[in-house]
Nanobody, 116 residues
Framework: VQLVESGGGLVQPGGSLRLSCAASRLTFSNYRMTWYRQAPGKERELVALIPSAGGSTRYAASVKGRFTISRDNAKNTVSLQMNSLNPEDTAVYYC??????????WGKGTLVTVSS
């Protein structure tokens, strides 16, 4: 199983980025997909999740209204649209796949830096 995140980079405050996570060698539609992030010196935190069939998304309070998670089960991808970014959003963003059997897979992360 492989999860590969992309789309990170340097963006100015107020800007936008779109992260993507491409999954391979798993039945993607069976997995709940979650974005986490870890800022320097802080613990990893949940950012957003989307169930296996889509719908009923959840967001951290700090990103609600600014970030949108979506998935394309035909393309085995999950995305995170991030708007109105601020320096507190600076972190490594990780993609996680897990299913009801307890199988859990992580990507290696992509760095997002919000700075002027």
């Amino acid at each position: 199983v492989q999860l590969v995140e992309s789309g990170g980079g340097l963006v100015q405050p107020g800007g936008s980025l779109r992260l993507s996570c491409a999954a391979s060698r798993l039945t993607f539609s069976n997995y709940r997909m979650t974005w986490y992030r870890q800022a320097p010196g802080k613990e990893r935190e949940l950012v957003a999740l989307i169930p296996s069939a889509g719908g009923s998304t959840r967001y951290a309070a700090s990103v609600k209204g600014r970030f949108t998670i979506s998935r394309d089960n035909a393309k085995n991808t999950v995305s995170l649209q991030m708007n109105s970014l601020n320096p507190e959003d600076t972190a490594v963003y990780y993609c996680d796949a897990n299913n009801i059997r307890g199988m859990d897979y992580w990507g290696k992360g992509t760095l997002v830096t919000v700075s002027s």
